[in-house]
């Protein structure tokens, strides 16, 4: 027997402990072409709250019924094979089972993790969106400045850093409160935080959007001339709107004569890509030159109130249930 997480409920509002229940469910052995992993690490996201109330069109991943398995990318260990070519006992693999202690999935569903990383939990880091973020869409410059929006999440800590080990001449976040954005100057090394909405915001020449909305407006109102914008997120709409939009009104004539483009992330890297991102990633974080930000909170029945605390914004990186 294994345990996995369920939604019970849809939330009319923010999810909580109640709309989940935890349940004892039978493991089956593998079939060919299957492996059954046992999980030790997934991360849990305030986006998650998009996919409980509906989901959106063309979103890689599906609504999440009631009776259904939260999905997430998930880390763990192979503990039996169903027969064939493929991963053996004791590969470390990553799979979008979701919130399970353990999972049969087909191999090609599975991703191996090799030895890239010096610990298999960063593998669920916001890694390659931060990167491509920064590179592919901002195309950051030397010496420019960096503005990350929920500068304290999965994603915007590690942009930052990313951010100054790429070039960037200066490094700058929001927060939702000033607490918060002191620890971004003292724990993560931006330069400065700023409280939307309480402080004057710098200017920037690159902003990386976790928020949407009224942030996203107010920062575009101070963007340098030519400045570049990525659009990640849309925590705004994920937190205190339906979670399904994100709604914001633009000065199309301000962006047009400042130029100033914004460009939505939505990569994912082929093989190739993969395996030489991963390789730099690797030596950076062995070098410390980077450090994965992250909380980890213990058994799969916590993953319901982490959701909860991530939601509130109590934590700073990503948030990790360890198994």
């Not at 029945?301 to 939601?311: F, G, K, N, Y």
Request: aromatic share 4%.
């Amino acid at each position: 027997m294994s345990r996995e997480v369920r939604l019970v409920a849809v939330p009319e509002g923010l999810p909580g402990p109640e709309h989940f229940e935890v349940v004892d469910v039978p493991v089956r052995e593998p079939g060919p072409g299957e492996v059954l992993v046992r999980n030790r690490y997934f991360p849990v996201s305030a986006r998650l709250r998009t996919l409980l109330v509906g989901g959106v069109e063309g979103a890689p991943l599906p609504p999440v019924r009631v009776g259904e398995v939260p999905p997430s990318i998930t880390v763990g260990e192979v503990v039996a094979v169903g027969g064939g070519e493929g991963p053996g006992v004791g590969d470390w693999m990553s799979h979008w089972d979701g919130w399970r202690e353990e999972s049969v999935v087909p191999v090609d569903g599975c991703t191996p993790l090799g030895d890239w990383l010096p610990d298999p939990v960063a593998h669920l880091g916001s890694w390659w969106t931060s990167y491509v973020a920064l590179t592919r869409h901002a195309r950051l410059r030397s010496g420019e400045t960096v503005l990350v929006t929920a500068g304290a999440g999965g994603v915007g800590s590690i942009v930052g850093p990313l951010a100054r080990l790429l070039g960037a001449g200066r490094v700058i976040a929001t927060a939702r409160t000033r607490e918060k954005a002191q620890r971004l100057v003292h724990e993560l090394g931006y330069d400065a935080a700023f409280v939307i909405g309480e402080e004057p915001v710098e200017a920037a020449d690159v902003i990386v959007d976790n928020v949407g909305g009224a942030t996203l407006r107010a920062l575009l109102d101070v963007a340098k001339p030519g400045a570049r914008v990525a659009l990640v997120g849309a925590l705004e709409g994920q937190l205190t709107g339906s979670g399904t939009t994100a709604p914001v009104e633009l000065d199309t004539f301000g962006l047009i004569l400042r130029g100033i483009s914004l460009h939505g992330v939505n990569n994912r890297p082929d093989q190739d890509e993969r395996d030489d991102w991963l390789g730099r990633l690797g030596g950076w974080l062995r070098s410390g030159a980077l450090t994965f930000p992250h909380v980890r909170v213990s058994g799969i029945d916590s993953a319901p109130r982490a959701l909860q605390e991530v939601i509130a914004g109590h934590h700073l990186g990503t948030v990790v249930v360890e198994l």
